[in-house]
């Protein structure tokens, strides 16, 4: 298995919002957790629909959308709120 480093912007920006109110140290330890967190979901992202581990976080907006969307319903795979019913 081949781990990708992410590409982590260090300049602040609209992403970063609501964080100038804390010291830097502390800034700096939200920006990170928020990362790590962003990188774990697109981890899981990638595993859940047979995506190549190597793809990296900044390919997300060249993906091709039509083989996830065309994938048939499967309760193991999709999730649906609790108290709401399949539409489609």
Do not use: C
């Not at 502390?26 to 928020?34: A, D, G, P």
Request: no cysteine.
């Amino acid at each position: 298995m081949t781990l990708v480093t992410p590409i982590i912007p260090t300049e602040p920006d609209h992403r970063h919002a609501n964080f100038e109110y804390l010291p830097e140290q502390q800034r700096q330890t939200k920006v990170n957790r928020r990362w790590t967190r962003v990188i774990e979901n697109w981890a899981r992202f990638k595993l859940k629909w047979g995506l190549p581990v190597s793809l990296p976080y900044d390919s997300f907006g060249t993906l091709s959308w039509d083989e996830p969307a065309a994938a048939p319903f499967d309760e193991l795979r999709h999730v649906s709120a609790p108290g709401t019913t399949r539409v489609m």
